[in-house]
């Protein structure tokens, strides 16, 4: 379709409509034509040219709505208080919209988010208030998104690989105590300070492959002793140390392969009795 407009009232009369799809069309603006379709649960918009979504009105009372489709628009800002109505969305997916700012509050009121698709924006910062108080939220995807700070909450997974950050230190992750999955490939780092991981005791997979790190200094992964699978692979290290690895407690599988390491130390390996695979 080639649907550049849709009047307020297009849609009204509609009260049992539950499943719409307008994928591949020209919209440019998304406001409340959709407002009296209480029932709409699953909304598909991608590919639509969506330019800007009207924060006041474009989801009012779409109090069932449950899983949102915006993938592959040009929506640059993402408005305060444009979910504010929509408290059982769980779903949602704005990857591939060239975002560059989210407000703090664009996500307030989505109380039961469980997924959001950032990856492929061009946002550089993620604010604290962003995500607060979203207690459910357990997948956020931010690879490719060109971030530099990062302020979050609790998460179970957390996708931030090809981002830019250069460090990783103890101030950039906050309130990540439930975290399970981190992904840091391909995101520029040339540094991780030690005891920058403190507090992720439910962490049991980290990915930092693909990057620049050339050491891994003493007590760089202390505090993660649930951790089961470690890749640092392909990240240019020249360096390990004896205490390079203290704290990895539970570790299976380290990946080391592709690196420029010429010397292994002694106790390299000291204290990781469970591992069972060295690539």
């Not at 649907?3 to 009204?12: S, Y």
């Not at 009369?13 to 591949?24: K, M």
């Not at 990857?95 to 509050?105: A, D, G, H, R």
């Amino acid at each position: 379709s080639n649907i550049e407009n849709i009047d307020d009232d297009a849609f009204d009369g509609l009260i049992n409509l539950e499943n719409i799809d307008f994928s591949d069309n020209k919209m440019k603006l998304f406001n409340g034509f959709l407002r009296f379709c209480y029932k709409i649960r699953k909304m598909n918009f991608e590919r639509s040219n969506i330019e800007r979504i009207e924060a006041n009105n474009a989801f009012e009372n779409l109090l069932k709505l449950q899983d949102l489709n915006l993938k592959e628009n040009n929506i640059s800002i993402i408005f305060n208080y444009t979910f504010k109505k929509n408290l059982y969305l769980t779903i949602i997916d704005l990857s591939y919209c060239n975002v560059e700012i989210i407000e703090p509050l664009a996500f307030f009121g989505a109380s039961f988010l469980v997924e959001i698709l950032l990856n492929n924006n061009k946002k550089r910062t993620i604010y604290r208030f962003t995500f607060q108080n979203h207690e459910f939220l357990q997948h956020l995807q931010l690879s490719s998104s060109n971030i530099q700070t990062i302020e979050l909450v609790n998460l179970k997974t957390l996708e931030l690989n090809d981002n830019n950050f250069t460090i990783v230190d103890p101030s950039l992750f906050t309130q990540l105590n439930n975290l399970k999955l981190l992904n840091l490939r391909g995101s520029h780092l040339n540094s991780i300070q030690p005891f920058s991981f403190q507090g992720f005791n439910l962490l049991t997979a980290l990915f930092v492959n693909y990057n620049q790190l050339r050491e891994i200094k003493v007590n760089t992964f202390n505090g993660l002793d649930s951790v089961i699978i470690l890749d640092l692979s392909n990240s240019e290290i020249d360096i390990l140390y004896s205490g390079s690895f203290f704290g990895l407690s539970n570790l299976e599988t380290i990946s080391l392969n592709n690196n420029r390491i010429k010397y292994l130390p002694n106790n390299l390996f000291r204290g990781l009795q469970n591992l069972n695979e060295i690539n």
